[in-house]
């Protein structure tokens, strides 16, 4: 049983799906900064631009205000903090839009690739083999047709 996991391991490890997680991990992290920098420098200043300069990340609906008494605050501020989470959905509809975006240019080279009559992009060798496969069998299935055609 434990073998068997290491050797499993090890076959995950060596085609290669473990390198591109670690990339996939790598990508996303740096992909994070990139649109946490587009939200905060780029995208939240106009808005708050607009709303007459009022940082959108401390924007909150106060239900009970602090009570303070003697300088000491013996009841805290009781709020729903809105901006925070505004500024996180700018963050998810960006990220969503780019993924998308992504996906869509690589299944259109993914397409592309994969068109054997295509002569700009190399085919992938496993689509050339199963091309010449199926006209094989067009062939094949022309020559029997003929055959029983004869014999009936």
Known sequence: MRLKL??????????GNMIDI???VII????????????KEILMPPLSFMTNGSNWESKKIILREAVIVDNK???????IGYG???????????????????????????KKAE???NEKVVTPKNIELMNKTNELLEKQNEYLKKLISKDI
């Not at 996303?28 to 939200?39: P, T």
């Open 28 to 39: 996303g992290a740096a992909f994070n900064k990139v649109v946490n920098v587009l939200v």
């Open 84 to 110: 925070k989470f505004l500024e996180t959905g700018v963050d998810f509809l960006i990220i969503t839009f780019s993924v998308f975006v992504v996906v869509k240019v690589m299944n259109s080279m993914k």
């Open 73 to 79: 605050i013996t009841l805290e501020q009781i709020a």
């Open 6 to 15: 290491i050797q499993d391991f090890k076959e995950f490890a060596v085609k």
């Open 22 to 24: 670690a990339i996939g």
């Open 115 to 117: 068109d054997p009559k």
